[in-house]
Antibody, heavy 122, light 109 residues
Framework: QLQLQESGSGLVKPSQTLSLTCAVSGGSISSGGYSWSWIRQPPGKGLEWIGY???????YYNPSLKSRVTISVDRSKNQFSLKLSSVTAADTAVYYC??????????????WGQGTLVTVSS | QTVVTQEPSLTVSPGGTVTLTCASSTGAVTSGYYPNWFQQKPGQAPRALIYSTSNKHSWTPARFSGSLLGGKAALTLSGVQPEDEAEYYCLLYYGGARVFGTGTKVTVL
């Protein structure tokens, strides 16, 4: 059973950089046909996809966040990470990591982490 | 900025049927957008229900079904159970980008 677990700072000051890591267990992050995404949800609001990375290192970001987002992968540790720079209160949210299935004919997010709340406040 | 719109809220009686829809600001939703549906209960991570329009995950109850309806993606809940009360989100794929819908709160009353 694949499991994903987010970790990182729960409190970030405005203008600083948010950093989170998603540890993957029960499967290899290097397996083909999968992407690894970050998704967030501000309190009481809907879901917003942030971006994804493939095990090869290629990335795709939400255009609205692209200038501030970096997603990277560490295959040796079977984990991937998110950095979001110049944060403001609007970046306060529960951040989820998820596995994306990107095979011919079907696409989905099948496994999700439990989520971690990040609050931006001085 | 692409917007994916869902009904804000729907109410259904136990044992009844309800259909949620998912519309794209770019035009008609087709299978090429690989419509997905997720269920989220308070304090929990979203759970995948339907992928690529109408396919069910191994854990998806039989009462959930997906389709295309009048240029939109649709999720139908038949024989609704009290535990189906939740927020439901659709997801559409626009090439490399993924865009979630605005969400529908389903109340079972």
């Amino acid at each position: 059973q694949l499991q994903l677990q987010e970790s990182g700072s729960g409190l970030v000051k405005p203008s600083q950089t948010l950093s989170l890591t998603c540890a993957v267990s029960g499967g290899s992050i290097s397996s083909g046909g999968y992407s690894w995404s970050w998704i967030r949800q501000p309190p009481g609001k809907g879901l917003e996809w942030i971006g994804y990375i493939y095990h090869s290192g290629s990335t795709y970001y939400n255009p609205s966040l692209k200038s501030r987002v970096t997603i990277s992968v560490d295959r040796s540790k079977n984990q991937f990470s998110l950095k979001l720079s110049s944060v403001t209160a609007a970046d306060t949210a529960v951040y989820y990591c998820a596995r994306g299935v990107d095979s011919s004919g079907y696409r989905t997010f099948d496994y999700w982490g439990q989520g971690t709340l990040v609050t931006v406040s001085s | 900025q692409t917007v994916v719109t869902q009904e804000p809220s729907l109410t259904v009686s136990p044992g009844g049927t309800v259909t949620l829809t998912c519309a794209s600001s770019t035009g008609a939703v087709t299978s090429g957008y690989y419509p997905n549906w997720f269920q989220q209960k308070p304090g929990q991570a979203p759970r995948a229900l339907i992928y690529s329009t109408s396919n069910k995950h191994s854990w998806t109850p039989a009462r959930f079904s997906g389709s295309l309806l009048g240029g939109k993606a649709a999720l139908t809940l038949s024989g609704v159970q009290p535990e189906d009360e939740a927020e439901y989100y659709c997801l559409l794929y626009y090439g490399g980008a993924r865009v979630f819908g605005t969400g529908t709160k389903v109340t079972v009353l």
